[in-house]
């Protein structure tokens, strides 16, 4: 695909340093998109906090990748992407792609004013990724061999953020994506005990799953610190996946991609060999 084929010639990509956002700059930059890296640090910044922001770092934008952080279930959410949204409008901006969250209804509300913008749009969904267990917020326990979290025994089908930012990236190359609402997820239901013995095999060292109950590991982030907010959203983000609403897995991927999607099990490999290769660096 040349630049003048492209659909999108300049993109902005926010929370260009998350876990998805600088998988997708790449994938995007390889193929000739000129990205505009959307971050606080960024040069023009961009910070949803700072509305002014926001007209500067979409300026001469085709498209943009929207992740909204902290998540899109947060107060204030749908209005700060009304605004975005008529911002994007009035510079420009022709195509929309939206991260957003499985089974959260305070998403399908954001996703829908993204879907009545008068943009053209892609909605990509996840839920958890398998990426929390290396480079987020669950890596501390498995480093220390032992995954203390509740809910042992609702199934998640844990999705790769490779296969996301791969789904994000193909929207913003191939118009053919427009209009498609694509829900990903792994290829399999894995409970808490599941991941252990997967990153277990993968790591050839144990690494345990040991049940809490909710009140148990929400007093443990109190006292490790972490802060009230961020502590409400994920004991909201718990209480979806301990209904079970999320306890099944899609097409997304499939359908998005022509490929299944990246099972766990190839994930931990992978997070295991980084492991070893950093050992032997040492």
């Not at 040069?43 to 770092?57: M, N, Q, R």
């Not at 913008?117 to 990426?131: C, E, K, M, P, Y």
Request: with cysteine; charged share 25%.
């Amino acid at each position: 695909m040349t630049t003048a084929t492209l659909p999108y010639q300049n993109v902005l990509v926010i929370a260009a340093n998350g876990k998805t956002g600088r998988r997708v700059v790449p994938l995007l930059e390889d193929r000739g998109v000129a990205v505009r890296r959307g971050s606080r640090s960024g040069s023009p910044a961009f910070d949803w906090a700072e509305p002014a922001t926001w007209e500067p770092a979409l300026e001469g934008m085709d498209a943009a990748y929207v992740v909204y952080t902290p998540d899109l279930s947060v107060p204030g959410a749908p209005e700060d992407l009304t605004r975005f949204v008529e911002v994007a409008r009035s510079k420009g901006v022709r195509k929309l792609v939206l991260l957003s969250g499985r089974g959260e209804p305070e998403a399908r509300a954001c996703e829908l004013i993204v879907e009545q913008s008068g943009l053209a749009w892609t909605i990509v969904r996840a839920g958890w990724f398998d990426q929390n267990f290396s480079e987020g917020d669950f890596a501390g326990m498995v480093a220390d061999g032992a995954i203390a979290l509740p809910n042992p025994d609702v199934p998640e089908p844990f999705v790769d953020v490779d296969d996301i930012a791969e789904v994000a990236a193909e929207a913003l190359l191939d118009q053919r994506h427009n209009g498609e609402v694509y829900e990903v997820t792994g290829p399999e239901l894995l409970t808490y005990t599941d991941v252990a013995q997967q990153l277990s095999d993968a790591a050839g060292r144990e690494i345990r799953y040991m049940p809490v109950t909710t009140e148990e590991f929400f007093a443990g982030m109190e006292q490790a610190g972490v802060p009230a907010e961020y502590g409400d959203l994920l004991r909201y983000l718990f209480e979806i996946t301990s209904s079970g609403v999320n306890a099944h897995v899609t097409d997304g991927v499939q359908r998005a991609l022509g490929r299944p999607p990246r099972s766990f099990r190839e994930f931990a490999a992978e997070v295991a060999f980084g492991e070893m290769r950093e050992v032997s660096r040492g």
